[in-house]
């Protein structure tokens, strides 16, 4: 099982990025997925994540400037990003989980089995 992070890259302060999380040997269909950020010297944290019946759960950091979304059909999850800060600077990661219960730990790196292998998001300020 392969999750690839894609859509990185360098963006000025406000601007959009789309970024793209895509899996192999793994339908999508069947599992929540979620993004989470890790910054050089601070630990991994969630950014948002949606579940298999399309709910969607955001940190505070970043409700009402990132968006996540699924298509099934391509297997595929996507976290927009918009107004983008200096402080969203980080590796981004997907994450797949089949926990039973997604609401009450989306946020829990430990809920998700299967990790991509990241992809660097640099905000310049």
Known sequence: VQLQASGGGLVQAGGSLRLSC???????????VGWFRQAPGKEREFVAGISRSFV???????????????????????????????????????????RASYSSGCDDTNAYVYWGQGTLVTVSS
């Open 22 to 32: 895509a899996a192999s040997e793994l339908s999508f269909r069947g599992y929540h």
């Open 56 to 98: 969607q759960y955001y940190s505070d950091n970043v409700k009402g400037r990132f968006a996540i979304s699924r298509d099934n059909a391509k297997n595929t999850v996507y976290l927009q990003m918009n107004s983008a800060k200096p402080e969203d600077t980080a590796v981004y990661y997907c994450a797949a989980s089949r």
